[in-house]
């Protein structure tokens, strides 16, 4: 019986203990879920709030990208004198203008950018009609703009000569970056620069060219602008304005590709309208003392 008693006595202690340790395992385990989903639920709550500022730059690629996005370089100085030392042809068609000036004769000289270097190309007849008996030099490079004229004849361009007449047409490579104050600003650095050496020569400062194929053109309206600064730079004495642009322009306002072909450049059609449209004014000039 006693046997039987302790037998007993022995299975409800193993049974209890395996019960508390069950029990103990299940807290331990639903403890740790608690934490589990308790943490979860902390981290969808952060996801959730409201993001400042600052990390939404952070994370939106099209506003980084506009933060990034570095600014334009300021539009040149149109009076500060400035060479194209970079490109070697620039440098090499100066050094020939200043063997060409050295004949010291020249009655008229034309100075400005790819419009007026035109004429050793599409004008070549037309000048050696018109132009070689005045013994004229043509000093007009591509791609020039005023700042580079005004470096060219800081250097020698118009050193050692006594030109009667300086046709100058010059500014439309301004029209990409500066405004149409800048742009005249430019050409009146040019005309005093003339002025001051060559104070015996008169200027025939002409209208920068019309472009663009219609009259709405952004670059169009900016020579327009510029123009009506530059006329005002005609003094009734030493300096001339002369606007030949409407001679290049249909009467719709369009430009043919018969007269510029890429409404900039003329044909030979248009440096016959531009000889004929300034040699009235130019034998003129060349007359008078």
């Known amino acids: 019986m006693m046997k039987y008693a302790f037998t007993l006595l022995i299975t409800l202690i193993t049974t209890a203990a395996a ?20 943490f979860a639920k902390v981290e969808i709550r952060k996801a959730d709030a409201p993001r400042s500022d600052q990390n939404a ?12 996005k570095p600014k334009p370089p300021p539009p040149p100085s149109t009076t500060e004198p400035a060479p ?3 490109q070697g042809w620039w440098m090499k068609k100066h050094e020939q203008f200043l063997e060409s000036v050295k004949r010291g004769d020249a009655e008229v000289i034309f100075i400005g950018d790819s419009i007026t270097q035109g004429w050793e190309g599409g004008g070549k007849s037309i000048w050696r009609r018109w132009y070689e008996p005045r013994k004229a030099i043509n000093l ?10 005004l470096w060219r004849l800081d250097h020698g361009e118009v050193d050692g000569i006594h030109p009667k ?34 104070p015996k020569t008169k200027i025939l400062l002409l209208a920068i060219f019309p472009r663009d194929q219609k009259p709405e053109g952004e670059k ?3 020579v327009k602008a510029a123009n009506e600064i530059i006329a005002k730079f005609d003094d009734g004495k030493t300096v001339k304005y002369l606007d030949i642009g409407d001679r290049f322009i249909e009467t719709d306002g369009t430009i043919s590709k018969e007269i510029m072909p890429d409404y900039l450049h003329l044909t030979s059609k248009g440096y ?14 060349t007359q008078s003392d």
């Open 19 to 38: 019960f508390v340790a069950d029990s103990s395992r299940d807290r331990n385990v639903f403890a740790a879920q608690a934490s589990a989903d308790d």
């Open 57 to 68: 730059k952070s994370t939106d690629p099209s506003r980084d990208a506009k933060k990034e």
């Open 84 to 86: 194209r030392s970079d």
């Open 140 to 149: 007009g490079i591509g791609g020039d703009q005023t700042q580079h004229v």
């Open 165 to 198: 007449v300086a046709v100058v047409m010059i500014g439309t490579n301004n029209t990409g970056r500066n405004t149409p104050e800048q742009i005249a600003d430019g050409v009146k650095a040019i005309v005093e620069k003339l002025r001051s050496k060559l």
């Open 220 to 222: 169009r309206r900016r």
């Open 272 to 285: 016959r309208i531009w000889a004929d449209a300034i040699e009235p004014t130019l034998w003129v000039m």
